[in-house]
């Protein structure tokens, strides 16, 4: 699990995670997310190879509007033997909290882990991009 402390109202940084707009800002270079149970979260790296470097084909598992959201996820390129087959093994579930009317708590946990040495690797992996977009995102929120 990972948390930060973004300055920014809880609505706003619900939109950073769910308006395609808002997350290429802070996220991925192209996204396709239609806010809805079932819907898509596609997060493109390489748009124009939509294939390779995203999470095609990911979808929101969950949501309660401005509290929490859950999707399936894909791994990078290394790791997609383990992390891309169907059914996805690993998914996100982000939760925020207000602390106030310009403070958000980011809870990010990121579920569904095998066991060995190349699942610690790709989770590792995955936890250090992960922490690299939440400090993105704070700095985005701040501005």
Not at 35 to 61: A, H, K, M
Not at 82 to 93: C, F, R
Not at 110 to 137: F, K, M, S, V, Y
Request: hydrophobic letters at 40%; glycine letters at 6%.
């Amino acid at each position: 699990m990972l948390e930060v402390a973004v300055a920014a109202p809880v609505d706003r940084v619900w939109k950073a995670w769910t308006d395609p707009e808002q997350l290429v800002r802070w996220l991925a270079n192209a996204a396709n997310v239609q806010v809805q149970v079932g819907g898509p979260y596609e997060l493109f790296w390489e748009p124009d190879r939509p294939e390779r470097n995203s999470t095609q084909g990911c979808q929101i598992t969950a949501m309660h509007e401005c509290e929490w959201i859950s999707f399936t996820w894909k791994g990078p390129e290394p790791y997609a033997d383990l992390m891309n087959s169907e059914p996805l093994p690993t998914s996100v579930k982000v939760l925020l909290r207000a602390m106030g009317p310009a403070q958000t708590i980011v809870r990010l946990e990121h579920a569904g882990w095998g066991d060995g040495p190349r699942w610690a690797e790709a989770r590792h992996w995955q936890e250090h991009a992960w922490q690299i977009a939440l400090t993105e995102l704070r700095r985005q929120m701040e501005q």
